[in-house]
Nanobody, 125 residues
């Protein structure tokens, strides 16, 4: 059974940093497209960072240079490092797994059947 469990969210001031982790079980995360999505009332669910099975990373323009997605040091974990946080980064951050594709990773959330429960990030000005 596939499970994704996020941790590491919290409240920080603008300019601060957070490290989000996603513990995966029931499958080998490194074999598939993995992504971090941000959900807000204004924009809905958007992918902020993606990681393919060959290590290719992609970022939405608003977070490039500030966020870093990677495989964690612990086995079968996905990490999102958030730096230089801005109030507009506020949202629920969800880890997602494609489960079907490895090298070409879709941006749309509908291609990801597996989701964690999310972790809240709040950035104050």
């Amino acid at each position: 059974q596939v499970q994704l469990v996020e941790s590491g969210g919290g409240s920080v001031q603008a300019g601060g940093s957070l490290r989000l982790s996603c513990a995966a079980s029931g499958f080998t995360a490194s074999r598939y497209c993995m992504g971090w999505f941000r959900q807000t009332p204004e924009k809905g669910r958007e992918r902020v960072a993606g990681l393919s099975s060959d290590g290719t990373t992609t970022y939405t323009a608003s977070v490039k240079g500030r966020f870093t997605i990677s495989q964690g040091n612990a086995k079968n974990t996905l990490v999102l490092q958030l730096t230089s946080l801005k109030p507009e980064d506020t949202g629920m951050y969800l880890c997602a797994a494609d489960g079907s594709h490895g090298t070409y990773c879709y941006r749309e959330w509908s291609f990801y059947p597996y989701w964690g429960q999310g972790t809240q990030v709040t950035v104050s000005s």
